[in-house]
């Protein structure tokens, strides 16, 4: 039975890789046990500290200091934090935050008839021809017929004919053909589809 330790060389690179990570490992579990205390806060002076004790030597501000909050579980009442909580006043915006409704827009104002601006309507664009042209005919006298459709509904026209009661064919070419509405003098070249 091989336990795949033939190779020295390789179970030495594992065991230590094995002893990093587990080192790694504890250094960063320990690592926030370690942690300083954050000296940007002040800590607050006992009640019988003197301005001098704040200005003299650091053992003495250390001995004379007591932790700040939740650092300490010291139950004594300290007045001078609570004066300092009643000076906060509140200067919202207004808006009471237990009504769950929201701000009342403002409702713009109608400007009289005299004072509206001078704008004129765009007529909407003319409705697209929805026939499709698939194929042509032709003669050798040059005598040439179309095939269009729209829907299932099939039309062969020549020239200057009419379809639907509503398309004019106008020209007929190798590739395309020129259509207008007559109802809204629309004019769209179709091309030849292939298939």
Do not use: C
């Not at 490992?25 to 800590?43: E, H, I, K, T, Y």
């Not at 020129?178 to 298939?195: F, I, K």
């Amino acid at each position: 039975m091989k336990l795949g330790t033939e190779d020295k060389k390789k179970t030495a690179i594992a065991a230590a890789l094995v002893l990093v990570a587990s080192v790694s490992v504890v250094l960063a579990f320990r690592g926030s046990d370690n942690s300083a205390p954050a000296a940007s806060a002040p800590r607050p002076l006992s009640t019988g500290a003197t301005p001098q004790a704040r200005i003299g030597s650091t053992q003495t501000t250390r001995k004379t200091a007591r932790p700040m909050g939740a650092q300490t579980l010291d139950p004594t009442l300290r007045f001078d934090w609570l004066k300092s909580s009643e000076e906060v006043t509140y200067k919202g915006t207004g808006r009471d935050i237990f009504r769950s409704q929201p701000e009342e827009a403002a409702i713009p104002k109608p400007l009289p008839p005299d004072k509206q601006p001078n704008v004129k309507p765009v007529p909407p664009p003319p409705p697209p021809i929805d026939l499709k042209f698939y194929g042509f005919a032709s003669r050798k006298d040059g005598y040439k017929r179309i095939f269009l459709s729209k829907g299932e509904d099939i039309f062969v026209a020549k020239e200057g004919d009419i379809v639907d009661r509503r398309y004019k064919i106008v020209h007929i070419g190798q590739n395309s053909v020129d259509v207008e509405d007559v109802l809204t003098n629309n004019r769209q070249t179709l091309p030849l589809l292939a298939g």
